[in-house]
């Protein structure tokens, strides 16, 4: 047990219950972003300014009754919420949140905050992705209802649909910085040009940034994607026969896949934890900094947009979006051949 | 201890056997396709073991190929499944016996 | 090496289940965690980049194929009812012979493989192979096969789109 594997372990625990309070966190910067955005109050009861909806609401919902309809796999029934949850976690075990450090000269070898440091780490990201899709698609099968199995089916033809421009947008990152670990990614955007631009990647790669996002805001089936689970349409898509603590896995799983997806943006487009003012070794602060602006820009879009057609959503992924994303590759590699000879 | 190759190439050919019963033993289209998917990943299993075991990347380069040929004929397969069962409504190999259309 | 043991168990197990059971989505799942025991054969087999490649080609979108088709058609249980109970060597005709066939295939290999010269034990090796060096070699000395397969998906797409249409 030598100091670094203790603090391994430690970084492990800290990095899965900081994704549990960013979940609390979300639900309520939601509403009240929600709030603002249509001009009335939002939550205030509960707590100073409402800062324990959250907590009210978790506690709500443990205290529900549980229900699985009789005609349901009563296995897979159980297992979806389960399968949703475990991969929006694991994704988040391969992305890097800051720079080594030594925890103030109290460790021998310098800890990456990192939970895994695979060298292909982009590709394990891609990889839970796709696995998420089965929580999803084993929802609404399992549920044995129509609304379950048309917003189960909808929502994972959707998922891996825009995977593939997802994937595109990856390889163009790839391709600008040489590797396939995140960290080295994130090493490579330091410093700045002329003194004042960082080397960000979204300088270099605005469209696949566009790209990226649109991708994975289609992947976490948020609005104006989000007509797989839209409320007026399909009563609630495929999480509508669950309740209480498996409906609150799968709300877990959608809002921590929201924070994959922005913190995964962060490192390959936004510098990671790279900016100005602050030393390398706080640099983590500059990580929640841009987290929380993508996580912003999900809330405000989904109160501000209208929401794509079903139809509509898959002509757009398929035929915009995948050639886009094509050409973007191509241009990409054609700049790197040209300037990096 | 590390496992030596023999226990790899042991266990590719148990998979294989498995899969093997699979396609001659069960009754549904769907099995039987995923019957031969088992196959192709016990032999994408034993070029890897021996791509390992003489320190080339080659084995792992014929697995690429093996999966992507796995995946379009997964592919096929399936739609043919899917024409045969909206033309017969069964998935018993056994009621496709007639050459008559 | 007990890592081994455990994969390989999965593994094995896995695909006996899959073969066995009756409910073709059980199939479906149950050989997804089969797919997950062999990548984590192939990261101990230091190959990273065929394990990460297996979750996202074979369990990630091929198993999804499987399920949507099982789904759509929502696929009935098989038909043979009175065959149900018995395990696959005692069920009568072909399905024995069939059984019996697969056994004898997998008792064959196994006696053939410990007659060999001792494949010898896994040398410590050159580390996992870099993503790199496969991209090269699949670039310089697999080229013609590369672009090849990508004329076979290409196929593969055009060729199941024709045959799942409903005939006009």
């Not at chain 1, 929502?155 to 910085?177: F, K």
């Not at chain 2, 023999?6 to 396709?33: D, W």
């Amino acid at each position: 047990m030598t100091p670094l594997l203790i603090a391994q372990i430690v970084l492990t625990l800290f990095v899965f219950v900081m994704l549990l309070n960013s979940a609390a966190i979300m639900v309520y910067v939601e509403r009240k972003v929600a709030a603002m955005l249509q001009q009335r109050l939002g939550p205030y009861l509960v707590g100073p300014k409402g800062l324990l909806q959250p907590l009210a609401d978790v506690v709500k919902l443990m205290f529900k009754e549980e229900l699985r309809p009789r005609a349901a796999d009563a296995l897979l029934f159980a297992l979806a919420p389960v399968i949703s949850a475990t991969c929006a976690f694991a994704a988040f075990a391969v992305v890097p949140f800051g720079a080594q450090t030594t925890l103030f000269g109290l460790l021998n070898t310098p800890l990456r905050l990192q939970v895994a440091d695979v060298n292909v780490a982009v590709l394990v990201i891609f990889a839970i992705a796709s696995m998420s899709v089965y929580g999803i698609v084993l929802a609404g099968w399992s549920s044995n209802s129509k609304y379950s199995l048309l917003g189960g089916l909808r929502s994972s033809a959707q998922m891996i649909s825009y995977e593939l421009s997802y994937g595109l947008a990856l390889a163009s990152v790839l391709i600008l910085g040489n590797s396939l670990s995140l960290s080295d990614i994130v090493n490579r955007q330091g410093g700045s040009w002329l003194g004042l631009l960082p080397r960000w990647f979204v300088f270099v790669q605005p469209i696949g940034f566009l790209i990226y996002m649109t991708a994975g805001i289609a992947e976490t089936n948020r609005a104006p994607f989000d007509f797989p689970e839209a409320e007026q349409e399909l009563v609630a898509g495929y999480h509508t026969e669950y309740s209480s603590m498996s409906f609150a896995m799968f709300f877990l799983a959608e809002y921590i896949n929201m924070v994959t997806v922005s913190a995964v943006a962060t490192d390959l487009f936004l510098g990671g934890w790279h900016g100005p003012f602050l030393p390398e070794s706080l640099g983590w602060i500059w990580f929640l900094v841009k987290v929380a602006a993508i996580l912003f820009f999900y809330v405000w879009m989904r109160w501000t947009l209208p929401r794509y057609r079903y139809d509509q959503l898959m002509r757009f992924g398929w035929k915009i979006l995948l050639p886009v994303s094509v050409l973007n590759l191509l241009a990409t590699a054609a700049g790197v051949l040209y300037f990096r000879g | 201890m590390m496992p030596s190759l023999n226990e790899y190439l042991m266990l590719s050919a148990v998979l294989f056997a498995i899969g093997t019963a699979g396609v001659f033993v069960r009754r549904n289209l769907i099995t039987i396709l995923l019957s031969i998917e088992i196959m192709l990943n016990a032999v994408n299993l034993t070029f890897v073991a021996f791509g390992r075991a003489l320190g080339s990347v080659d084995g792992q380069i014929i697995v690429f190929f093996v999966m992507t040929v796995a995946a379009a004929e997964a592919a096929v397969g399936l739609a043919i499944v899917i024409s045969l069962y909206r033309h017969r409504e069964s998935l018993n190999p056994d009621s496709f016996t007639s050459l008559k259309w | 090496m007990t890592l081994f043991y455990v994969f390989g168990a999965v593994a094995v197990v896995a695909s006996l289940l899959v073969i066995a059971q009756r409910n073709p989505i059980y199939s479906v799942l149950l050989l997804i965690a089969s797919f997950g025991a062999l990548s984590g054969l192939y990261v101990l087999l230091e190959a990273p980049f065929v394990a990460v490649i297996q979750i996202i080609v074979y369990a990630g979108a091929i198993m999804v194929l499987f399920l949507f088709v099982v789904m759509l058609l929502n696929a009935p249980h098989e038909q043979t009812e009175q065959d149900e109970r018995s395990f696959a060597l005692m069920r009568s005709g072909p399905m024995r012979f069939g059984g019996f066939l697969a056994v004898a295939l997998a008792l064959e290999l196994i006696w053939a493989l410990s007659n060999g010269r001792g494949l010898g034990v896994l040398g410590p090796g050159a580390g996992p192979a870099s993503v790199a060096s496969i991209g090269r070699s699949l670039f310089t000395d697999y080229a013609f096969a590369f672009e090849v397969t990508s004329v076979l998906i290409l196929v593969a797409m055009v060729g199941a789109v024709v045959l799942a249409r409903r005939g006009e």
